[in-house]
């Protein structure tokens, strides 16, 4: 199976010969669907007239094959386990393959396959390579005419990509509808859809006036989980027409709901197909997070009609020039929809724990990789977040109305071309009249750069000077790091005033807000006419994504966290107030101390409660009221030991529990409500701030407490609440609360898989010492499927990558449970089965038990054959 060859940014060349036109059929059957392609082929026109054609194909039996209408003598064509080449051909001409596939065999989840009965696709990034032989690369655009046979029973519904052209009945109880997309596309975006579907309709018209039908189709039993996917559809258009000037250009969208697919959904032309989990929706099944992540990833895939799609990749190494600008215009959308700052902390710290694990780790990459062995590795953090990130820096370093215009410049400029991460860069250049070319070195330069950071007040010269120096530590490949230009934004916060200072730099009056420009190792800037001692607040909005060290004491953290004029910068230093604490309790446990609770954590908490009555925004209340998770608290330590962390952790939330226990009290009681469940901003913050309430008061078993949750748990009136209670219950150290609740949820909800994926989550993410044996005894749940995504991440990677005391236990009966599953998916997904093992890349960062006992399963997993996939992920982390 292993075919480790790496792909170069450095070779890419043009393809030798294109495809205008694809005429494609598919006779669907379970083990021997018929694809038959006409491909209308062209030689580029600088290449020579001697060179084969070498078309992309894996596991295809080809049945027949044609050029012109003459069908191929075996001498004129070779087949090996990657494709095809036919080795003499015209200039231009028709190539005519017959194949057969079998899509019930198909559990990668890549090309043709069947999930619960229906045939669906998924073609990005290299799957189409399993329906034809074709020329699998996003540079090759050609109009595509599709032709699907169903059964009339089993398969009453016919999809493809842009509008139904043709239907009709067939002998033997078949039917066909024929599809025809308009729109040239690389054939990563090409889908069918086949099965026994019901769908909702609707309609959108778009600003010039043009009509729309969208409809969202779903399994008979999801029909009344669609109104949220279509509400925040119709909410998306209209953004992207609003903030981008884009609109959609087919009479037709449609949204399909699967219950197999390896990730949240995918942005084929036309037919967007998504797992079941990103797009289906009830009060009763899913979470306010789920509510808003739905409504994100519905704008993220719809977003891609422009940024993807009408101007698309030319090669895969360029991937974040799609998905970095259509994630930070998805996060731009659900925070103009829903409560800005909460959603810019909610990314900022997902952000910093997640992916700058993976940029300080074995698998670490630039957002532009030079270099892979499979493709589907890099659909990472890196390349989606801080692609995003890079995006979002640009947009400040232009300013939004040089942004604007370098995007439709973009659009129309690439329209129909698969173009590079530089041609959108020019683009920005070109319309803000900025030198951007020491900022192109964030897309090819790996790892977190960290900022060292320190400042002076002169009180006699009313000076503040403030010296930043960056590093980028070594990652794989790439040893030696060149200074970035980083922009800062901040402010100086006046201890006296509380307020911030007029920034006067070099002269130049600059507000009270400002970016400034860090492009050397080492710069200083000199603000003068500082009026009174300042406490610097940096990174507002955190406006670059790097880690930034200053020395701040307590009470300067203190200080910010009441007084900084940015929201997300006041949260940020409630944070790292609470990691100088942790930091002390963590050694303390370490040396066996009795541990002390820091008063000024306790009173700045006290502050925040008190604010619970008269904020605007409680979700940033609650976000503020949030300790730093495990995983973050990991982050900042230069050895992970996870014992002391969950330790000092809980001792944290149970004193300000203890403290401030009445506070907690009152702030849950005063944000219950009986109102008809919506997923409105407003509601959603008092529900979040309720919830943590209650969290507090769980932590220390406090009777009125654990009343609440069980009441709250009973009343059952929306998932969010009854999943948190469920949550807390579980989580605690009673099993006379978790079991009865426990065995109610999985009985209420046995029918219906999304639910039990959180069923499964909750239990396995419990602190508590029998977590590991849980996680063994559900997979042999009737709900629990190997062969499913969602319900591997609900129970063994939300075991692995959250429930850090538990899967790190020192006789590494986590690793090996891990390594298990590994080896298996590797058979059956290689796809999930290498996202799987990432914690286990992550074994420098534990003690020297722990590291042993992480690469022995690493090792024990290389023995075996392993996909692409899985090898490329194993030998970076042996490496
Ligand atoms: N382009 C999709 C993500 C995606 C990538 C690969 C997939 O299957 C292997 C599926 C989806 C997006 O950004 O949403
Ligand atoms: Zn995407």
């Not at 094959?65 to 494709?83: F, K, M, N």
């Not at 589907?376 to 990130?389: D, P, Q, R, V």
């Not at 609740?741 to 046995?750: D, M, N, Q, T, Y």
Request: aromatic content about 10%; proline content about 5%.
């Amino acid at each position: 199976m292993s075919d480790p060859k790496p792909t170069y940014l450095s070779d890419y060349r043009p393809p030798a010969h294109r495809v205008t036109h694809a005429e494609l059929s598919f006779d669907l059957d379970p083990a021997a669907t018929r694809v038959k392609a006409r491909l209308h082929v062209e030689r580029h026109p600088e290449r020579e007239a001697a060179e084969p054609l070498v078309l992309d194909g894996e596991q295809l039996t080809l049945e027949a094959i044609a050029i012109d209408g003459q069908p191929l003598g075996e001498d004129e064509y070779a087949v090996d386990e990657h494709g095809l080449t036919v080795h003499r051909v015209p200039e231009r001409f028709q190539l005519d393959t017959e194949v057969t596939i079998a899509p019930q065999e198909n559990t990668a989840l890549e090309g043709l396959y069947q999930s619960n009965g229906m045939y669906c696709t998924q073609c990005e990034a290299e799957g189409f390579r399993r329906i034809t032989f074709y020329p699998d690369r996003p540079d090759v655009m050609a109009t595509f005419s599709t032709t699907v046979i169903g059964d009339v029973e089993r398969e009453p519904v016919l999809l493809a990509n842009g509008n139904p052209v043709e239907r009709g009945t067939l002998p033997g109880g078949r039917h066909f509808v024929t599809w025809e997309d308009p729109f040239p596309k690389p054939c990563y975006l090409f889908a069918l859809v086949a099965g026994d579907l019901e769908k909702v309709e609707d309609r959108f018209t778009t600003a010039s006036g043009r009509e729309v039908t969208l409809q969202i189709w779903v399994e008979e039993e999801n029909l009344d989980k669609t109104d949220h996917a279509m509400a925040s559809l119709k909410r998306a258009m209209r953004w992207d027409e609003e903030t981008y000037g884009r609109e959609y250009d087919l009479d037709l969208f449609m949204i399909v709901a699967v219950n197999d697919f390896n990730m949240g959904a995918m942005e084929n032309k036309g037919l967007n197909i998504f797992n079941s989990a990103a797009v289906l929706t009830h009060p009763h099944t899913a979470t306010d997070a789920a509510f808003q992540r739905v409504e994100g990833i519905v704008a993220h895939e719809y977003f891609h009609n422009w940024s993807g799609n009408r101007v698309t990749c030319r090669d895969w190494f360029q991937l974040s020039l799609k998905e970095g600008f259509t994630v930070f215009r998805d996060q731009c959308f659900s925070a103009d929809t829903n409560s800005a700052p909460v959603k810019r902390i909610q990314d900022v710290a997902f952000f910093r724990t997640a992916q700058f694990a993976e940029d300080a780790g074995p698998t670490a990459h630039p957002v532009r990789p030079d270099h892979y062995i499979e493709i589907s590795n890099f659909y990472t953090l890196t390349i989606y977040e801080k692609g995003a990130e890079i995006v979002r820096m640009l947009r400040n370093l232009v300013g939004w109305e040089a942004f604007r215009s370098g995007s439709d410049r973009y659009f129309e400029r690439f329209d129909g071309q698969a173009v590079t991460i530089e041609d959108f860069v020019d683009c920005m250049a070109e319309a803000s009249g900025q030198d951007l070319s020491q900022f192109l070195r964030w897309y090819s330069q790996a790892g977190t750069p960290e900022i060292d950071a320190h400042g002076e007040y002169d009180y006699a010269e009313c000076e503040y000077r403030l010296t930043l120096r960056q590093r980028t530590p070594a990652t794989p490949d790439q040893p030696e790091k060149l200074p970035l230009h980083i922009p800062i934004r901040m402010g100086l916060v006046g201890t006296k005033s509380g307020e911030d200072l007029t920034l006067t730099l070099e002269g130049e009056q600059l507000g009270r807000d400002t970016v400034i420009h860090l492009r050397e190792e080492e710069q200083t800037f000199v603000f003068s006419d500082v009026a009174e001692a300042p406490v610097p607040s940096l990174a507002r909005g955190f406006s670059a994504p790097v880690k930034l060290r200053f020395p701040y004491g307590r009470e300067d953290l203190a200080f910010l966290l009441a007084n900084d004029s940015d929201g997300f910068n006041r949260w940020d230093a409630g944070q790292r107030l609470a990691l100088l604490a942790l930091d002390d309790l963590i050694a303390a446990h370490r040396n066996g101390v009795e541990k002390v609770m820091d008063p000024r954590v306790v009173e700045a908490f006290r502050s925040l409660l008190a604010q619970a009555d008269t904020t605007d925004d409680k979700a940033v209340l609650a976000e503020m009221l949030t300790l730093p998770s495990e995983a973050y608290i990991a982050e900042q330590q230069p050895l992970v030991d996870v014992d002391a962390i969950h330790a000092a952790r809980t001792f944290v939330k149970q004193s300000l529990a203890l403290a401030l226990r009445d506070d907690f009290l009152a702030v849950y009681e005063a944000n219950r409500s009986d109102a008809p469940y919506a997923p409105e901003p407003e509601q959603i913050g008092a529900r979040s701030l309720k919830n943590v309430a209650l969290a507090y008061l769980v932590a220390i078993e406090d009777d009125a407490g654990i009343e609440h949750a069980q009441q709250q748990f009973a009343a059952d009136h929306n998932m969010t609440d009854v999943r948190h209670a469920l949550t807390l219950l579980t989580h605690s150290s009673r099993d006379d609360l978790s079991d009865p609740a426990l065995r109610a949820f999985g009985e209420k909800w046995a029918h219906d898989p999304l639910v039990m994926d959180q069923w499964f989550s909750i239990q396995v993410t419990r602190p508590q010492s029998d977590a590991l044996e849980r996680v063994r005894f559900l997979m042999d749940h009737p709900a629990f499927s190997l062969k499913n995504p969602n319900r591997v991440r609900a129970l063994v990677g939300a075991f692995a990558g959250q429930n850090r005391v538990n899967f790190h236990r020192p006789d590494g009966q986590g690793y090996q449970l891990l390594a298990d599953v590994v080896i298996e998916l590797n058979r059956l997904n290689p796809e999930i089965a290498a996202r799987l093992i990432t914690p286990l890349t992550r074994w420098q960062r534990f003690d020297e038990g722990r590291q042993e006992l992480m690469k022995r399963e690493l090792e024990r997993i290389r023995a075996e054959e392993l996909s692409p996939n899985v090898y490329e992920v194993v030998e970076k982390a042996l490496a």
